[in-house]
């Protein structure tokens, strides 16, 4: 590390600590040229992470997109936004731990379908809606009938 004030190119670590949840690490360092202290700080590098559009199209992975659609989702529904970032962040980290350079938009799509399932029927309902692109009533009720079974088997589960 070149020292902002001398430029010498040996130092020491004098402290070093986490901040933001562990994600980057703080350290002071001093000079062993001038005998002067400054500040580094270490971040994860991300690799970029495209996603491959319905029309073949790829563009950059952008949290802020899924968490618009689940808001969308699960407006005046009684879901925090705490409930809803935490959503997405399980998604993306499952996203970046099972993908490396690209995924479908399909996929997301999927997988935000899974998870708001769990979270509000209703903002699933919305969601898939949408994301699935119904293209008559029929198909809609095929998806409700899907989500009572699979809630009616959860009841009988809990039951056991």
Known sequence: ???PYCGHKMDKVVDSREVEDGVVIRRRR???????RFTTYEYIENVPLFVVKR???REM???????NGVMKACE???VSVEQMEELVDKIEQE???EYDNEISSQEIGEKVMKYLSK???????R???VYRQFKDVKEFMEELQQLIVSQTQKKRRGRR
């Open 61 to 67: 992975f952008d949290r802020n997109k899924i968490l």
């Open 55 to 57: 029309d073949g199209r």
């Open 127 to 129: 969601f898939a809606s």
């Open 95 to 97: 996203i970046r731990r």
């Open 1 to 3: 590390m070149k020292c």
């Open 119 to 125: 979270l509000d029927d209703v903002a699933y309902v």
């Open 30 to 36: 001093e000079c062993l040229g001038c005998g002067k």
């Open 76 to 78: 005046k529904r009684t």
